[in-house]
């Protein structure tokens, strides 16, 4: 860190952090900047975060991690042979957990559990497991178990649904059509099958169908009666990256509307220092009702841990993506 953000989170306080390729040089160095970050704040549980997918969204990589396949990937084994998908599933995230904790990152934004459907951006393409909802929802199961296994909270996304977006979220706003019949049978089943997951991640996205204004992070009526109500989520939800050009405004208004809304936590990324003031002004101190969805999340995963062998844990992985490659 810079002195300027050494200061900056001591004064602020954030509830946590997460890490990009451009924080990530080598094992020692990433937990040395870890124990920083948690010494800048005054809380004990200290989310750290980091988006740790597989294949091309991926920001440990070798020589010192695993290089992990897609989703994708690890869909098409269980199209072949379902229990050896979820065993895929499940070892891959339990691994990638042992990976994580060994560094302090205790908060991985993964699985995806968004549906994509022809003609759609790439943006989710081969990070979802399957285009079929219910395959996707068990695969996304199997994966937050192991997570969780290994110490990591799993945060699957991107709520309701990102599959049918016709653009990226990070370059504009996409806006999605279909009607809500279709949105409930594809979109959010996987949603509504894992709304006992202890944390997931907004899409930057309008739903005509819903709220034709406001992008689901800033839309209480989508948060309120779609994510809270209809798919039953009643944990942490934090919102995508108020930085990604889907949303407008000034970043202080951006995080205010995705707080007022009815998301528990926003999340900024880019490290900009002027954005970064920007946000901290647009927040407000966490609710009470939002730490107590935070302390069931660490609930489940001191209750839930194991132990693995690391190195046979890996090989049977490996084993089993032999199957299709």
Same mark, same amino acid.
């Given at each position: 860190m810079t002195d300027w953000e050494r200061d900056f989170f001591r004064d602020l306080n954030p509830l946590g952090f997460i890490l990009f390729a451009r924080n990530i040089e080598?094992?020692?160095q990433v937990r040395e900047l870890c124990d920083d970050l948690r010494s800048c704040v005054t809380h004990a549980d200290v989310p750290i975060l980091i988006d740790q997918e597989g294949g091309r969204v991926a920001r440990?990589?070798?020589?010192?991690?695993?290089?992990? /396949?897609?989703? =994708?990937? @690890?869909?098409?084994l269980a199209a072949f042979n379902l229990d050896m998908g979820l065993e895929a599933a499940h070892l891959n995230a339990r691994l990638f957990a042992s990976e994580l904790l060994d560094l302090g990152i205790n908060v991985d934004c993964a699985p995806v559990l968004d549906i994509p459907v022809e003609g759609a951006d790439p943006i989710i393409s081969d990070r979802a497991y399957s285009n079929? /909802?219910?395959? =996707?929802? @068990?695969?996304g199961r199997a994966a937050c178990r192991g997570f969780m296994a290994g110490g990591v909270l799993p945060i699957i996304k991107h709520i309701p649904g990102h599959g049918r977006a016709l653009v990226d979220s990070h370059k504009a706003l996409p806006v999605v059509d279909e009607t809500i019949d279709i949105l409930e049978s594809v979109d959010f089943r996987p949603f509504i099958d894992l709304a006992d997951m202890p944390w997931a991640m907004t899409a930057h996205i309008v739903y005509s169908a819903v709220d034709a204004y406001a992008?689901?992070?800033?839309?209480?009526?989508?948060?309120?009666?779609?994510?809270?109500?209809?798919?039953?989520?009643d944990g942490v939800l934090i919102s995508d990256d108020l930085s990604?050009?889907?949303?407008?405004?000034?970043?202080?208004?951006?995080?205010?509307?995705?707080?007022?809304?009815?998301?528990?936590?926003?999340?900024?990324?880019?490290?900009?220092?002027?954005?970064?003031?920007?946000?901290?002004?647009?927040?407000?101190?966490?609710?009470?009702?939002?730490?107590?969805?935070?302390e069931e999340g660490w609930k489940l995963v001191r209750e839930g841990m194991d132990e693995i062998d690391f190195d046979q844990a890996e090989y049977r992985f490996n084993t089993l993506m032999e199957l299709v490659t």
């Open positions: 080598d094992p020692y440990l990589r070798p020589p010192h991690w695993r290089e992990a /396949p897609t989703a =994708a990937k @690890i869909g098409e079929h /909802p219910e395959l =996707a929802a @068990i695969m992008p689901a992070t800033m839309s209480p009526r989508l948060i309120e009666d779609i994510i809270r109500h209809h798919i039953g989520f990604m050009h889907a949303l407008q405004g000034d970043f202080a208004t951006r995080a205010e509307s995705a707080l007022d809304a009815g998301c528990d936590l926003v999340l900024h990324c880019n490290g900009n220092k002027e954005e970064m003031l920007a946000v901290a002004e647009g927040v407000s101190p966490v609710s009470d009702k939002t730490d107590d969805r935070l």
